[in-house]
C-alpha cells in the first residue's frame, strides 16, 4: 500500500509539472480563430489546441521513456494512460487558473522577476545576465512579454496548487515513535503526499461544475 501510495502522488505531480511548464510555451488564452477539429479541449473561454496537446503529450512521453528506458513499452503506456491523463491534467491546470483569477490569486512583478532572476538558464557566473536571457528567448522565438505573460500563470497556477494543498492536514499519528523510526516517517509522509492529491484533485473536480468544461477525446485518438 505505501508503495502505491508513493507512486501515485508522484505520477500525478511529475505529470502536472510538465503539463504546467508548457505555459511558458505556449500561454493561456482564447483560440478564435482555430478550427474546432483542432480544438481538443474547452474550459470556460480558453482552449486546448491539438498542437499543444502533442507538444506536451511528447514532452511526458519523452520523460517516462528516459525514466523507465527498455520497461516503457507499449504495455506500460497503456497502463499508464498517457495520452487521457495529459489531456485531463491540461485540463486540470486551466481550471487551477480559472480559480486563481476567481479567488484573487495572483503573483505579484516582484515575485515574478524574482523566479526569472534565479532560473539557472539565464545565469552567467551563478548571476543573473539580461543579454542571455534574451539571447535564449530569441532563439525559443518568443518575446520577453510572451515569456513573462506565461510565466505569470504557470507560477499563478503553482501557488494556487500549494494554497489548496496547505488545507489538506494530516494528523500525526506517529508522534508517540522514536524520531528516527523510518517506517513511521514514509508512512507520514506517503499520507501526506496522498491528502494533497486528493484535495487538490476534489477542489478541481468541485471548481468545475460551476464552468463549462468541454473535452473532445475522439480527436486525440
Same mark, same amino acid.
Given at each position: 500500500?505505501?508503495?502505491?501510495?508513493r507512486h501515485h502522488a508522484k505520477y500525478f505531480y511529475v505529470l502536472f509539472f510538465i503539463v504546467?511548464?508548457? @505555459? $511558458? @510555451?505556449?500561454?493561456?488564452g482564447t483560440v478564435d480563430k482555430t478550427e474546432k477539429s483542432d480544438i481538443v %479541449?474547452? $474550459?470556460?473561454?480558453? =482552449?486546448?489546441? %491539438?498542437?499543444e496537446y502533442w507538444r506536451t503529450y511528447d514532452r511526458v512521453f519523452k520523460f517516462y521513456r528516459d525514466l523507465y528506458k527498455e520497461k516503457f513499452d507499449e504495455e506500460?503506456? =497503456? =497502463?499508464l494512460k498517457l495520452k487521457e491523463n495529459v489531456l485531463n491534467t491540461l485540463v486540470e491546470s486551466r481550471v487551477l487558473l480559472a480559480a486563481a483569477r476567481k479567488e484573487g490569486v495572483? $503573483?505579484?512583478d516582484e515575485e515574478l522577476n524574482e523566479n526569472i532572476k534565479n532560473e539557472p538558464a539565464f545565469m552567467k557566473n551563478g548571476a543573473f545576465d539580461a543579454d542571455i536571457y534574451q539571447n535564449r528567448l530569441k532563439l525559443m522565438r518568443i518575446?520577453?512579454?510572451f515569456y513573462e505573460?506565461? =510565466?505569470?500563470?504557470?507560477?499563478?497556477?503553482?501557488?494556487m496548487r500549494r494554497l489548496i494543498e496547505l488545507a489538506a492536514i494530516v494528523p500525526d499519528s506517529f508522534g508517540n515513535m522514536a524520531a528516527d523510526d523510518q517506517t513511521a516517517k514514509a508512512l507520514t509522509e506517503a499520507l501526506?503526499?496522498? %491528502?494533497?492529491t486528493q484535495a487538490l484533485k476534489a477542489y478541481i473536480e468541485g471548481f468545475k461544475k460551476g464552468m463549462t468544461v468541454k473535452v473532445y477525446p475522439d480527436r486525440i485518438s
Open positions: 500500500m505505501l508503495k502505491a501510495m504546467i511548464l508548457s @505555459f $511558458v @510555451f505556449w500561454g493561456v %479541449a474547452e $474550459v470556460g473561454s480558453s =482552449k486546448i489546441t %491539438a498542437e506500460m503506456q =497503456k =497502463k495572483s $503573483v505579484s518575446t520577453p512579454e505573460s506565461s =510565466k505569470r500563470q504557470e507560477l499563478t497556477v503553482e501557488k501526506q503526499n496522498s %491528502a494533497k
